[in-house]
T-cell receptor, first 111, second 116 residues
C-alpha cells in the first residue's frame, strides 16, 4: 500500500462546477498535511495547509479526518485556471522528518 | 527576490557522462531536497540535507551524488551509473521547524534532463 494515495483522475468538469479530491495516508503518526498545485511542466507550489479544524481560502476548502486518515480538497465555482495537478502532501516525524508526496490528481476545467 | 534557483533549465547527457545540476537558495533554509519526477508520476526523493556537510539518501539515491558545502547550495550529480536518468529534477528547501506545521517545502523551477 502506498503511504499517500490519491485518485489519479483525470477529473473533467465544466466551469462553475464543484469538485472534490480525496487523499488517504497510511501512517497514523503523520502530523502535517498540505495541498500543492502543479501546472504542466512546472514546479509544485503550495496551495494550502490543512488543519484539523478545516480551513478555507476563497473557493478552496481543505478538511482533515485523522480517525479515517484522509484529507480532502474542495474547489467551488471552478475556473479554467484551476486546471492543474493537485498533490496531497503528508509530513511526519517518526524516525526523522519524512515528507511524502502523493502522485497527484489531474483536473481539467472546460468552458 | 528570495527563492530557489535551479540551472540549467534543460540538460542533455551523453552515455557514460556525469552531469551536475545546480540548486541555490537565498531563503536561509536549513533543509534542502532533490526529487525526481517521471511523466505522470509523483515526486521521488533522491537525497536530502538538513545541515551543511551532512546529507541523507532518499528512496532512489543509487546513481546520484550530492554535496552540501554551503547552506545556500545543494548540487546534484547524475553519474554514469544512473542508467535511466531522463526525468524532471526538482530541488526544494524548507525551514526545519520541529512543529512541522511550518515544514513547507518550496521548489525551484526544475531541470529537464535527457539522454542523447
Amino acid at each position: 500500500r502506498k503511504e499517500v494515495e490519491q485518485d489519479p483522475g483525470p477529473f473533467n468538469v465544466p466551469e462553475g462546477a464543484t469538485v472534490a479530491f480525496n487523499c488517504t495516508y497510511s501512517n497514523s503518526a503523520s502530523q502535517s498535511f498540505f495541498w500543492y498545485r502543479q501546472d504542466c511542466r512546472k514546479e509544485p507550489k503550495l496551495l494550502m495547509s490543512v488543519y484539523s479544524s478545516g480551513n478555507e481560502d476563497g473557493r478552496f476548502t481543505a478538511q482533515l479526518n485523522r480517525a479515517s486518515q484522509y484529507i480532502s480538497l474542495l474547489i467551488r465555482d471552478s475556473k479554467l485556471s484551476d486546471s492543474a495537478t493537485y498533490l496531497c502532501v503528508v509530513t511526519g516525524n517518526t524516525g526523522g522528518f519524512k515528507t511524502i508526496f502523493g502522485a497527484g490528481t489531474r483536473l481539467f476545467v472546460k468552458a | 527576490d528570495g527563492g530557489i534557483t535551479q540551472s540549467p533549465k534543460y540538460l542533455f547527457r551523453k552515455e557514460g557522462q556525469n552531469v551536475t545540476l545546480s540548486c541555490e537558495q537565498n531563503l536561509n533554509h536549513d533543509a534542502m531536497y532533490w526529487y525526481r519526477q517521471d511523466p505522470g508520476q509523483g515526486l521521488r526523493l533522491i537525497y536530502y540535507s538538513q545541515i551543511v556537510n551532512d546529507f541523507q539518501k532518499g528512496d532512489i539515491a543509487e546513481g546520484y551524488s550530492v554535496s552540501r558545502e554551503k547552506k545556500e547550495s545543494f548540487p546534484l550529480t547524475v553519474t554514469s551509473a544512473q542508467k535511466n536518468p531522463t526525468a524532471f529534477y526538482l530541488c526544494a528547501s524548507s525551514d526545519l521547524e520541529y512543529s512541522l506545521a511550518k515544514n513547507i517545502q518550496y521548489f525551484g523551477a526544475g531541470t529537464r534532463l535527457s539522454v542523447l
